[in-house]
């Protein structure tokens, strides 16, 4: 499979660090446009302009979402003869996508930064596509993670959650070793607890059959330090009110970025 990456920051190098350590695709066998040299995987070809030839077997869209139009008059044409365009651009749908640049097919996506061990979340928005786009698509981003198909407001809060949610989840692992710290915990120590707590409790969730809420109350003996602890998370719902806010903004500024996008 022949690549072309138009831009190839944190997110888009990512994937591509994934999908040629899971041997998904060629290293010589990537393109990639940066505005400047960027550190890419050995073999990879980056360059400030598309390769002369043919077409590839795919398009990575890659770049800031309000470089859409200053992108598509560079390289629409060059870009026209493939047969799929995959973007990662926020806020950017098929309809703003086929305007910018006709003839492939658009397929907008959210990834997220844990496709880089394969552990990711890619949602993406293209119910209409063809069957056999829909294959291509589903065998390239399998190395990723989860892959999950999904459209309008669906679509909305499942990108807002898996783009977004690696960063509260971050905080989260920071706020809880500042906790320990406060109560006299070494700074260090805090973190290594912190860290190593939240890895263990995914990996848990993750491969037992009960839901985390379950999980979470056979931790909780009744009248327990673990249940005092919930106690306070669950008090008026505080912790769902917290992420429901949360997802909120963010998909709030999304719809912003997405009419922007739409003119």
Request: aromatic content about 4%; some cysteine; overall charge neutral.
């Amino acid at each position: 499979m022949r690549v072309w990456m138009i831009g190839c920051g944190n997110m888009a190098g990512a994937m591509l660090t994934r999908w040629i350590e899971s041997g998904a695709v060629k290293a010589e066998a990537v393109d990639v446009v940066n505005r400047k040299d960027r550190a890419l995987p050995a073999g990879v070809r980056q360059a400030r302009a598309l390769p002369t030839g043919a077409a590839p077997d795919i398009v990575v869209l890659g770049v800031k979402p309000q470089q859409l139009d200053e992108v598509a008059g560079h390289y629409a044409d060059r870009v026209a003869g493939a047969p799929i365009l995959l973007s990662i651009l926020a806020g950017v749908d098929a309809a703003v996508l086929t305007r910018a640049f006709p003839g492939p097919v658009p397929v907008p996506m959210m990834p997220n930064l844990p496709v880089a061990l394969g552990q990711g979340v890619c949602v993406v928005n293209a119910p209409d596509v063809p069957t056999e786009v829909r294959a291509r698509v589903d065998a390239l981003l399998a190395p990723l993670g989860d892959v999950i198909w999904a459209a309008g407001t669906v679509y909305a809060a499942a990108a807002v959650l898996a783009g977004c949610g690696p960063a509260y989840l971050f905080r989260f692992i920071d706020a809880l070793a500042r906790a320990a710290e406060a109560m006299g915990v070494a700074h260090d120590d805090a973190a290594r607890l912190a860290l190593a707590t939240v890895r263990g409790a995914a990996a848990l969730a993750a491969t037992d059959p009960r839901s985390p809420g379950a999980l979470a109350d056979a931790v909780a003996s009744p009248g327990g330090t673990t249940r005092a602890g919930l106690n306070v998370l669950d008090d008026g719902a505080a912790l769902d009110r917290l992420m429901q806010a949360t997802l909120a903004a963010s998909a709030a500024r999304a719809e912003e970025m997405a009419a922007a996008a739409r003119g």
